[in-house]
């Protein structure tokens, strides 16, 4: 599809689509935070996630075959309990700050996740989804403007190690800078705030005090940490990479687009995001930030992702009113999906300035 056809697309239909209107359209309930359900959730996902554990030590004779599934299992379990503290970072846990920052750091600090620096530098995403330069955690390449980045990223996709080591490269320092030591990168160089570091600096305490204990758990023996928790961390990286992949790629160049300064504005960036259905289970299971993530997008401080279906119900049906294209994939074939689009686009995208 040509960009002339997608920027008629955007200025004839755009204008149509009203943030107070849709939120009208939605029923109050979904905005309604509930820190009860939330913190089930939240237990929910420890118990089975810690439950793998139990399983493969009392159930098992720790054969490869047994492995695997226990690397998987937990893997899965770490992916679903990040969700959780998401809705904490964007605020959609509760109406309290305190609690979210509580709830957050309970549910991220196992998964040695930074949760105050992860929260500041996924909110800026939010806020610039689909900009060419302003997006962060996304480093937009214009298709028609490949530099020396796209032949390293080029290099890294096609060897297939980008949903391996591409959380991992986040957290360290990556495109926006630190997460793990909050330094470096457009993330403490731009909009820096004494306080903001602060909170980092705490996460991050937590963190590596948490690494530190499980370490210790588990004897500070290298080989078991790898086996018990190494392994199902990379497998929740390989979830998380892709997952927000296919959230923000489509199929090919043309229907990924990105937009400059000029042509940008919040909504069409939320549009651009895609809805995907991995299967009934699997999108139940990781809170429908899979097949919710468009209006996920347009309302990201306002509605948990327990309501994010039911939302979403009705954003189909406000975008076909108004006949605004609304993206959904059914994707089955994720990790075979994400590696394909990755190796032949990267984080291309038809830009519209």
């Keep these: 599809m040509s960009q002339s056809i997608y920027y008629k697309n955007h200025k004839e239909n755009i204008h149509k689509f009203n943030l107070t209107e849709l939120s009208q359209k939605i029923p109050k309930h979904c905005f309604v935070k509930s820190p009860i359900i939330g913190t089930y959730y939240i237990l929910r996902d420890f118990l089975f996630w810690y439950g793998t554990y139990h399983l493969y030590e009392y159930y098992t004779d720790h054969s490869i075959p047994y492995m695997l599934l226990y690397w998987a299992f937990s893997g899965f379990w770490m992916w679903c309990q990040f969700m959780n503290g998401h809705d904490c970072g964007h605020g959609s846990f509760s109406n309290s700050k305190l609690l979210n920052n509580i709830m957050g750091h309970l549910s991220h600090t196992p998964l040695l996740v930074p949760f105050s620096t992860w929260a500041e530098s996924h909110r800026r995403h939010h806020i610039g989804h689909n900009h060419i330069n302003n997006d962060y955690s996304h480093a937009w390449i214009s298709y028609d403007n490949r530099d020396n980045k796209y032949i390293l990223l080029k290099i890294i996709q096609y060897i297939g190690i980008a949903q391996v080591i591409g959380w991992f490269n986040y957290m360290i320092g990556g495109i926006d800078g630190g997460h793990w030591l909050p330094f470096g990168g457009r993330l403490w160089n731009e909009n820096y705030s004494v306080s903001k570091f602060r909170h980092s600096v705490f996460s991050s305490s937590l963190v590596f005090l948490q690494f530190y204990y499980i370490l210790k758990v588990c004897n500070f023996d290298f080989s078991t940490f ?80 327990y309501h994010l279906e039911e939302a979403t119900s009705h954003l189909y049906k406000y975008l076909d009113e108004k006949r605004i294209m609304y993206k959904y994939r059914y994707t089955p074939d994720f990790l075979y999906k994400a590696y394909k689009s990755m190796s032949l686009h990267i984080n291309e995208g038809m830009l519209i300035n």
């Design 226 to 305: 790898i086996v018990y928790y190494g392994i199902p961390w990379i497998v929740f990286s390989i979830w998380l990479v892709t997952v927000t992949y296919l959230q923000h790629h489509d199929d090919t160049i043309e229907e990924t687009v990105i937009y400059g300064d000029e042509s940008w504005a919040y909504t069409l960036g939320a549009l651009q995001t895609v809805d995907r259905s991995y299967g009934w289970i699997i999108d139940n299971l990781t809170h429908n930030i899979t097949n919710g993530h468009i209006i996920h997008h347009v309302f990201y401080t306002k509605i948990p992702h």
